[in-house]
Nanobody, 124 residues
Framework: EVQLVESGGGSVQAGGSLRLGCSAS?????????MAWFRQAPGKEREGVAS????????YYVDSVKGRFKISRDNAKRTVYLQMNSLETEDAAMYYC????????????????WGQGTQVNVSS
């Protein structure tokens, strides 16, 4: 079993920055080849925005956040971060951290461990 706890959400004006954190605990070593950040805005489907392979740090991004968001990990702290810069109003959503044992980190349907979410609000 894996437990994920997000932190760092909040409210920011467009153009601003936020950093989200996701701390993992539990039986994570066999269940956490990949970690990812998803988001879901009201009335929209949940989408994977960034993922990272824990072993080698390979990262993947959805096109809408490339160049603005950066996912990283601190294996010693069992924590994954999402640095979000140049935030846009369209980035406002509930952000969820997720973990998967899959090797293919962009296989966003394979994520089966989830945090409770942290809200990101972006005002114009």
């Amino acid at each position: 079993e894996v437990q994920l706890v997000e932190s760092g959400g909040g409210s920011v004006q467009a153009g601003g920055s936020l950093r989200l954190g996701c701390s993992a605990s539990g039986d994570i070593e066999t269940s956490r080849n990949c970690m990812a950040w998803f988001r879901q805005a009201p009335g929209k489907e949940r989408e994977g925005v960034a993922s990272i392979r824990i072993r080698d740090g390979t990262t993947y991004y959805v096109d809408s956040v490339k160049g603005r968001f950066k996912i990283s990990r601190d294996n010693a702290k069992r924590t994954v971060y999402l640095q979000m810069n140049s935030l846009e109003t369209e980035d406002a959503a509930m952000y969820y951290c997720a973990a998967s044992s899959t090797y293919f980190c962009q296989d966003y349907v394979a994520y089966n461990y989830w945090g409770q979410g942290t809200q990101v609000n972006v005002s114009s």
